[in-house]
């Protein structure tokens, strides 16, 4: 059985709304996501991925919201995914010029994106609420 890929995500949560980027090869609404560094925790690769993928800065709430998987080129991956509060948006971010950003509600977040697993935690997940009470 193919090794599974260890990757984390960040739901960046800012006035009630989430944030979403284009993947680098389509058009496709992601996520910030990519794969778990060696010597980074997850929580520190969702908060890089943050800034690279989105240009956003914020606290990472330590307790995941839930993980999901999905195969691309026949692996098989698994995303734990964060919750994080931005306190502040960049002009300018590592990846500008290959993604577009958009602040959405959740439920229009949940319509653009493809992973089942993805939808499902992002729709089983209170954002009206503050970080810490959002995290069972």
Not at 88 to 97: I, N, Q, V, Y
């Amino acid at each position: 059985m193919p090794q599974t890929i260890p990757q984390s995500a960040v739901v960046a949560v800012r006035e009630g709304l989430i944030c979403v980027v284009t993947s680098r090869d389509s058009d496709r609404w992601v996520i910030p996501k990519g794969h778990i560094e060696a010597g980074q925790s997850p929580e520190e690769t969702a908060a890089c991925e943050a800034w690279e993928e989105a240009g956003l800065k914020g606290e990472v709430e330590p307790t995941p919201l839930g993980i999901y998987n999905y195969k691309k080129n026949d692996r098989r991956h698994e995303v734990t995914v964060f919750r994080m509060s931005v306190t502040a948006e960049h002009d300018l971010w590592p990846e500008k010029f290959v993604r577009q950003r958009q602040w959405v509600t959740i439920d229009e977040a949940i319509r653009r994106m493809r992973e089942e697993g993805l939808k499902e935690l992002l729709a089983a997940t209170d954002f009206s609420k503050p970080a810490d009470a959002a995290v069972s």
